[in-house]
């Protein structure tokens, strides 16, 4: 399937301010989140773009899942750090308000530690109350955390604005003024531990880590921004799904004549030299490009489609990856009204189960437990009188041969009685219509090398310059975005990921560009 509109005023100002662009053949392989913002931003540049999405329908694992006349999304179920990408629909003249709907979500979620509870919020003053009320003596640590992690968050930020394809972005003066952050062997429970004295309430400042797929004694310290960024300045929901951000993104670059194909797979690249100069399709045909780029599984992508430039399996598996995630879509023919619109149960022995998870071999029977009951907020994700409930539980990665195939019926069987247990949804199963599942085996097979879902690890061997590159090491116009490249996984970072790739096609052609930047004002008033 392809399509492409008539150009905007957008697009045509971009051709005019730069004709010989219009000559620049831009592929980019795969229309996740990476692939949409940097085909956008390259669009509205001047850029001939066509994106090759193998899938039928855009987003990755940004996509829409469709079950009867239920929507869930796949993976992300709310937007962070919503200045990121108000930059980068900026980028392109535009807002993202003109293309989907937020709501900003308060109380935020809802954490549960056996028989206690705690909401969270993005308001100081409630955010302290809620943290006496669970843990008295507490709220003027958290104080203390918010005021030294806005610094913290000021200092490390830049360092993730820019590429590290050449060493000697290190020596950059943001760079060198966050280092004592950055260069330490400090975990995020480290750093947590130097505030807060109850272990449950430490939880609720490194949970985050799990959206790199990691464990928060093992994190490096600089993520403990995560959970600044999310109590300073909030979480959003986007009405119908955050998979209608990537279908803004789509709206965005079609406006600006970019080329969209759809149920197209690539199934090698093409070279001359040190250069990807066509991809060939499965249907057999080619197409020439004078850039790449690639947004896709990094690992799998590296192992399948660069053709005579492929890295083994057995060279790739010497990595570190992140974590996996049994994932439920259940649709009811009822709506829980009491129940919170995120809520998470922590594990009876969280380090022990995050311990499990990291060595890869053990399935946890006490597990962690996400849940999304975004029907009280959403009203169009479902029939009238009904909603939907999404599940995660981080889990083992395949990289050991979990048979999920024998145990996915009784995993997820413990999963729906942990939720009936600690929960007001206790008839939960007599209202289920519509159900879907994917295990780590379902997520490899859909091209997640190991069914690793948040990508490689971010650990201090796999960041910044060690991790792969925007710019992909040993090839001249190879560009990287998505969550296997700098600065990471989680929907900012892949927004970043793909700005930073689009300015660094670019510089190649002599323009640099002038960042759009919100963040300087939004991280200053810290607000």
């Known amino acids: ?6 150009p905007s005023a957008h697009s045509i100002k971009s051709a005019q301010q730069l004709p010989y662009l219009m000559q620049k053949k831009v592929i980019i392989i795969g229309a996740g989140p990476g692939g949409l913002t940097s085909g956008m931003m390259l669009a509205h540049r ?13 987003g990755g694992r940004n996509a829409p899942i469709q079950a009867g006349d239920y929507t869930f999304d796949t993976g992300p179920t709310f937007l962070h750090q919503k200045f990121t990408l108000d930059e980068v629909f900026g980028e392109t003249g535009r807002k993202p308000e003109d ?73 950059k003066p943001h760079m060198l003024k966050a280092l004592p952050y950055v260069a330490t062997r400090k975990s995020v429970m480290d750093v947590l531990s130097e505030y807060f004295t109850d272990e449950r309430l430490k939880l609720a400042f490194t949970f985050q880590a799990k959206y790199l797929g990691m464990s928060p004694w093992n994190c490096p310290a600089l ?22 951000i990537s279908a803004g ?19 090698e690249i093409q070279y001359t030299g040190k250069e990807a100069s066509s991809v060939t399709l499965a249907n057999g045909e080619t197409l020439s490009c004078d850039k ?56 009876k022995d969280y380090h022990q189960n995050l311990r499990d998870i990291q060595d890869e071999k053990i399935v946890s029977d006490d597990m ?31 990289r050991n041969g979990e048979s999920w195939e024998e145990t996915q019926q009784a995993y997820r069987d413990k999963i729906l009685d942990r939720i009936i247990e600690n929960t007001g949804m206790k008839d939960l199963k007599e209202h289920i219509v519509e159900e879907r599942c994917i295990t780590p085996k379902g997520w490899e097979d859909g091209n997640i090398f190991i069914g690793a879902t948040f990508n490689l690890a971010h650990t201090m061997d796999q960041m910044l310059y060690l ?47 002038q960042r759009i930047d919100y963040a300087t004002d939004v991280l200053s008033a810290g607000v």
């Open 99 to 171: 293309y989907m709907d937020f709501v900003k979500l308060d109380p935020m979620t809802t954490l549960t530690w056996g028989d206690v509870s705690m909401e969270t919020s993005f308001n100081p003053e409630t955010m302290a109350r809620n943290i006496e009320a669970a843990f008295p003596g507490e709220s003027a640590n958290y104080e203390r955390f918010m005021d030294d992690h806005a610094e913290k968050l000021r200092t490390i930020f830049p360092c993730l604005l820019n590429s590290y394809h050449k060493i000697k972005s290190y020596f």
């Open 467 to 513: 991790r792969p590159q925007n710019k992909l090491k040993g090839f001249e116009n190879i560009y990287l975005v998505g969550g296997g490249t700098h600065p990471g996984s989680g929907l900012p970072t892949i927004y970043e990921s793909a700005r930073i790739s689009a300015n660094l096609i670019c510089e190649s052609y002599g323009k640099d560009r």
């Open 223 to 244: 993520f403990s921004i995560l959970s600044y960024i999310e109590y300073a300045h909030g979480i959003y929901h986007v009405q119908g799904g955050l998979s209608n």
């Open 249 to 267: 993104m789509a709206k965005v670059f079609e406006e600006e004549s970019g080329k969209l194909q759809l149920n197209t797979e690539v199934q």
């Open 368 to 398: 962690s437990i996400y849940i999304r009951n975004s029907s009280v907020t959403d009203p169009t994700v479902a029939p009238p009188g009904h909603s939907q409930i999404y599940v995660l539980v981080p889990t083992i990665n395949t």
């Open 292 to 347: 790449l780029i690639v947004n896709a599984d990094y690992a799998h992508a590296r192992s399948t489609i660069f053709g005579k430039k492929n890295e083994s399996k057995e060279s790739l598996l010497k990595k570190k990856y992140s974590c996996s995630t049994f994932m439920l879509y259940l649709g009811l023919d009822k709506i829980y009204q009491d129940e919170p619109h995120h809520h998470v149960l922590f594990a």
């Open 1 to 6: 399937m392809s399509y492409c509109v008539a």
């Open 46 to 58: 001047g850029y001939d773009v066509t994106i090759l999405e193998k899938a039928a329908t855009i």
